[in-house]
Nanobody, 124 residues
Framework: QVQLVESGGGLVQAGGSLRLSCAAS????????MGWFRQAPGKEREPVAA????????YPADSVKGRFTISRDNAKNTVYLQMNSLKPEDAAAYYC?????????????????WGQGTQVTVSS
């Protein structure tokens, strides 16, 4: 079955960096769009970044543009989120997502798959 397993979350000071990883299995990774979403307490889940099949196209949200970078390694069935210059408002549970539609991986991930999430805490 489909599995998305995130890792790399933790506590970091504002201005610091973290790298999230998501190991995927159970589907054809190299022909699936991948993305990251996040959800802070009391807020709706929001898209953070998306990446095309071969990584040649990425779509970062405006709130993370220039600070976060999404990448993937199709040989390892893994997608990454490098987060730099972290701010307290970036604190949230971060979820890995997989979808066959580009329009959905950038927005709601409707009809796609989700990981269990990894917590990112940013201290000011």
């Amino acid at each position: 079955q489909v599995q998305l397993v995130e890792s790399g979350g933790g506590l970091v000071q504002a201005g610091g960096s973290l790298r999230l990883s998501c190991a995927a299995s159970g589907f054809r990774f190299s022909s699936t769009y991948m993305g990251w979403f996040r959800q802070a307490p009391g807020k709706e889940r929001e898209p953070v970044a998306a990446i095309s099949w071969y990584g040649d196209t990425t779509y970062p949200a405006d709130s993370v543009k220039g600070r976060f970078t999404i990448s993937r390694d199709n040989a390892k069935n893994t997608v990454y989120l490098q987060m730099n210059s972290l701010k307290p408002e970036d604190a949230a549970a971060y979820y890995c997502a997989a979808n066959t539609l580009w329009s959905r991986i950038k927005t709601t991930n409707n009809g796609g798959y989700w990981g269990q999430g990894t917590q990112v805490t940013v201290s000011s």
